[in-house]
Each structure stands twice: as C-alpha cells, then as structure tokens.
C-alpha cells in the first residue's frame, strides 16, 4: 500500500506529490519542521510542537499557514489513511516557490507556502534494541550556525556528524563548542552524576527540545536533582551515567562516549527510570 502524504490541502500517494525545484526548502533550506512521536496511534506532546513550530516560523519571519485544530486535523488524518499505531508525523514548511532561484525572499502575498507532512510507521517503537543495550558517541566540533533554536531543514551537518560516528563503530555524535557539549546530532545531551541531571541550558546554542522539557518536568516532579548548565566531554566520561532525548529516541542511555566507557559501561538506573515515566506521562496526555 503506498503511502499517503500530505502536500498544500491534498492527501496524495507519495508518489505523486509533487513540489516545485525552485521551492526555496530545496534551493536555500529556508524551510522548518517538526517531528512528532506517535504511541499507541496517539500525538505525544503535540501541543509542544506546535508551539515550537510557531516560534520557528515567527524567527523566520514566515506565517504560520495553518490553525492548530487544522494541523492536528492533518496529523489524524494522515494516521488514519496510514493505520500508523507507533511511528511519527514529519511536518515541513517552507517558503514557497516563487519563480526563479533568488536569495531574496519572495512575496508572502504572491507565493504560498509549502506544507508538506507525512508519517513514518515504527512498530515497537517502545522497546527499542538501543534503549537496552544504550548507545556509543563520538564527539566532534560543532560547527553548525548560531541559530540552532530554530528547527531548520540544514541538517547536512547533523548528518555528516551521524556519518563520522558510523565510521567509527558508533550511534551518533555529541557536539563540542567552546569546551562544551552543546547537543546531540538530532537529540538533547545529559549526563547524571551522584543523582543529579545536568543538561545544557536553553539558549539559541541548542534546539529546546520538546522532549527535553516533559523529561525534565516529569523528573522534578519526582524529586530528581535537576541542573541546567553547560559540561565537558571529560565530565561526561567520569558521570555516572548519560542519556539523550528526542521525539524518536525518547530517552535513550549513552554508555560511551569517544571509547571511554560511562559508569558501569551499562544503561544504569536514571535513563531507564526516566524513560519509564516518560512514557507513563505522556501516554496519559497524548491526543
Ligand atoms: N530531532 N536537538 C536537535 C538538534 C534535534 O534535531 C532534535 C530533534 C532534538 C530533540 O528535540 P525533540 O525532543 O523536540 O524531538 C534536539 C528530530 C527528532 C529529528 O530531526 O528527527
């Protein structure tokens, strides 16, 4: 069965969507998106997305073109068509496509915007293989633009960075500036140690992600130690233990970090009780 999409008011099969090569997503990246997690055929935390979503927009000086009964409309309908139980909803929007490769930005009034979703199916998404066994990272330089608050389409970086911790035998990388790990390649970076959370604070150096704000409520609210501030690489490798959060990867245990093994070289007890609650939590408010 092929897939249905959604592409500017039509449900279409993915094959026949069709978008302009002069769309600036495809020509400048000036596009944004979001992804939203789907458990048990319910939206997790959707109503953060689309705030965030607002706010990427907003940054960029692009409407947004839709309500937020007439996205959600979207992402059910796209789970129905789709019979999606576990899996995610990936929602673009860009600039549009005036008519001619140009860096200036066209006419909001002349050229609509392009919005395009569609949902990919992950059955067992809950028990996943490396949330037991957790995952290796490798650090690099992180070299991407000083905006990473926004949720751009630039993820050739964030790639090329997944590409690096392949070569080595790893899962994925964590991002050094200045000393500091700023995130992960398409996740929120933590450490534990004696007890205490410690995750880099919100600023445009990192995407806020909306996993990482549940996880962190859902952790104060069961009187875990929380601080948020910037931490090494070395600090990382002599915590107790370490984790990351993302819409695809929930909370995900990280047990080594450039081949130094983190803790017992094993997923330890936070990550895993976190990630537990996390999904307790929001299952009870997915919609
Ligand atoms: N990535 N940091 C970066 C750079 C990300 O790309 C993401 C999400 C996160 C976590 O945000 P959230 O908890 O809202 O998913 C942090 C998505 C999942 C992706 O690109 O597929």
């Known amino acids: 069965m092929a ?13 026949e969507a069709r978008v302009s090569i002069f769309d600036r997503g ?10 939203t997690s789907v458990l ?15 706010r990427s927009l907003g940054e960029l000086d692009m409407a947004n073109p839709l309500t937020q009964e007439t996205w959600l409309e979207i992402h059910r309908e796209l789970l129905r068509r789709n019979d999606i139980s576990d899996g995610g909803v ?6 549009g496509a005036p008519n001619d490769r ?28 490396s949330a037991k066994t957790g995952i290796r ?21 964030p790639s090329m960075g997944k590409m690096m911790a392949k070569a080595a ?13 700023t995130e992960g390649s398409s996740n929120n970076a933590y450490i534990v140690k004696d007890g205490k959370i410690i995750t880099r604070d919100l600023s445009r150096d990192i995407l806020h992600g909306i996993t990482r704000a549940a996880v962190l409520r859902f952790a104060r609210e069961s009187q875990m130690e929380v601080e948020e501030r910037p931490f090494t690489i070395a600090e990382a490798q002599a915590a107790d233990e370490a984790f990351i959060t993302s819409a695809t990867m929930f909370v995900t245990p990280v047990i080594e970090i450039d081949g130094t093994a983190i803790g017992t070289g094993t997923p330890g007890n936070v990550a895993p009780r976190l990630r537990a609650i996390y999904f307790e939590e929001s299952l009870k408010t997915g919609i």
């Open 3 to 15: 897939r249905i999409v959604y592409l500017n008011g039509d449900y279409l099969p993915e094959t």
């Open 102 to 129: 140009d860096f200036v930005f066209p006419d909001p009034e002349k050229i609509p915007q392009t919005v395009v979703l569609f949902t990919q199916s992950k059955p067992g998404l809950i028990d996943s293989p």
């Open 169 to 181: 035998g790893c899962d994925d990388a964590w991002l050094v500036e200045d000393g500091f790990v």
């Open 40 to 54: 048990g055929g319910k939206l997790i935390d959707f109503d953060g997305h689309m705030a965030r979503l607002a």
């Open 26 to 35: 495809f020509l400048m990246a000036d596009a944004v998106y979001e992804v």
């Open 90 to 95: 990936y929602l673009q929007v860009t600039r």
């Open 137 to 157: 990272v490798i650090s690099i330089p992180d070299i991407r633009w000083g905006r990473r608050d926004i949720k751009t389409v630039q993820l050739l970086y």
